[in-house]
C-alpha cells in the first residue's frame, strides 16, 4: 500500500514554492530534455504552449475580483504596486534612452532590455506570494498589477516619449481580458466567486510551461548583462516597490509589507516583449535577440531571488514585531484562508 506523499506541504516550505517549484521544473526539463515536451497533442500544449493561454485566464479571473462595491483596499494597494513597479522600471530604461540614445548600451544593456525586463512583473508569482505572505486584499490587488503582465505599459511609455512608434490597439488588446473579467465580476457576485479559485488554480499550470520557455543555457548566452539586469529588476523595483507599499499603505490594513517587493520580478511572458517591439517598430529588429536573451536571464533570476527576498523581508518583520515563526501547518492554513 502506498503511503501519502506531502506534496503540497512540501513545496509550500519553499518561498513562492507554488509558482517556482514549477518554473524551475519546466526550465530543467526544457534545458535537459526539451523534445519530451514536443511530442505532440495535449502533452505540448500544457506543458510547452499553455503559458500565454494560461496567463489569459488568470488575468480574466483576476479582473472579475475588483468590484464597483468592495474594490477599496485592494484596488489601492494594486494601484500603488502597478505604479511603482511601472515607474521604477520605466524611468531608468528612459532615462539611458534619452541620454544615450534608444539603441546605444549601458553595461551591456539596451533600453529595450531594460524596460522590457524591469517594468513588467510575473503576475502569478505575485499572486502566489501575496497568498502566503499578504491577505484577501492581497491577492485581489494583482488584479490591477496584472495590467503590466505584457507590452502595454512599456509600449505606451516608449511610444509617449517618442522612443518607439507602436499603434494603441495593440496597447489595448492587452487589458481586454482584464476588462471583460471585471464586468462579468460586477454583474454577477456568483460569476465572481466561481472564477476566484482561477486566480491560484492557474499558476502551477502556466508556470510550468513558462519554465518550459526558458533555458539555463540562457544564464550563459545573457552573460553578465543578463545577470545584472535581473539584480537591478529585483533591488530597484522590488526593494524600491517595498518601501513604496509601506508608505502609501496603512499598517492597519497590510499584513505585512513584504507583499511590495514580490512585484521585483520579471515576467514570464516579458521574453516577448523585446520581439513585439521589433515588430511594431522595425528600427528595434537588430538587438531583439540580444535583449530577449538578456530578458530570459532576468526571468529566471528573479523568479528564484523574489521569493526568497520576501520570505527575508517578511520574517524580518515578524522578528521586529516580537512575533513567533511561523510552522508548516500556519502557511497552509494562510494559503487556504486566501483561496
Not at 530543467?28 to 510547452?48: D, H, Q, R, Y
Not at 473579467?181 to 482561477?198: C, I, S, W
Not at 538587438?287 to 536573451?293: I, M
Amino acid at each position: 500500500m502506498w503511503g501519502k506523499v506531502p506534496i503540497l506541504k512540501t513545496i509550500n516550505r519553499i518561498p513562492g514554492g507554488l509558482m517556482v517549484v514549477f518554473l524551475v521544473l519546466g526550465c530543467l526539463v526544457n534545458t535537459f530534455a526539451p523534445e519530451s515536451l514536443m511530442i505532440g497533442s495535449f502533452t505540448t500544449f500544457l506543458f510547452k504552449q499553455g503559458a500565454m493561454p494560461l496567463i489569459a485566464v488568470l488575468l480574466f479571473c483576476s479582473g472579475a475580483q475588483i468590484t464597483v462595491r468592495t474594490a477599496g483596499v485592494a484596488l489601492w494597494k494594486g494601484i500603488v504596486l502597478n505604479t511603482s513597479k511601472v515607474l521604477l522600471g520605466v524611468i531608468p530604461a528612459l532615462i539611458v534612452g534619452k541620454l544615450i540614445g534608444q539603441h546605444a548600451t549601458w553595461l551591456g544593456l539596451t533600453p529595450l532590455a531594460m524596460i522590457s525586463a524591469m517594468s513588467n512583473s510575473n503576475g502569478g508569482l505575485f499572486a502566489a506570494l501575496a497568498s502566503r505572505y499578504g491577505d484577501d486584499s492581497d491577492v485581489g490587488a494583482v488584479a490591477v498589477i496584472s495590467s503590466n503582465d505584457g507590452p502595454f505599459f512599456e509600449m505606451a511609455f516608449m511610444a509617449g516619449t517618442g522612443l518607439a512608434n507602436i499603434p494603441w490597439i495593440t496597447l489595448f488588446a492587452v487589458i481586454v481580458p482584464i476588462l471583460i473579467g471585471m464586468l462579468l465580476g460586477n454583474l454577477d457576485d456568483d460569476m465572481r466567486n466561481f472564477l476566484k479559485p482561477g486566480v491560484m488554480l492557474s499558476i502551477p499550470f502556466f508556470a510550468f510551461p513558462l519554465g518550459a520557455g526558458l533555458s539555463l543555457k540562457q544564464l550563459v548566452e545573457a552573460g553578465i548583462p543578463g545577470v545584472l539586469l535581473g539584480l537591478l529588476t529585483l533591488v530597484i523595483t522590488g526593494v524600491g516597490s517595498y518601501f513604496v507599499f509601506k508608505i502609501c499603505v496603512p499598517g492597519s490594513v497590510r499584513r505585512s509589507g513584504a507583499v511590495g517587493a514580490a512585484v521585483g520580478t520579471t515576467a514570464g511572458n516579458a521574453a516577448a516583449t523585446p520581439a513585439a517591439f521589433a515588430a511594431a517598430d522595425a528600427s528595434f529588429a537588430p538587438y531583439a535577440a540580444v535583449a530577449t536573451a538578456q530578458v530570459g536571464a532576468s526571468i529566471v533570476i528573479t523568479a528564484i531571488l523574489c521569493p526568497i527576498l520576501v520570505d527575508f523581508l517578511y520574517k524580518r518583520e515578524r522578528k521586529k514585531a516580537g512575533l513567533a515563526a511561523e510552522t508548516p501547518e500556519d502557511v497552509m492554513k494562510d494559503i487556504g484562508a486566501n483561496l
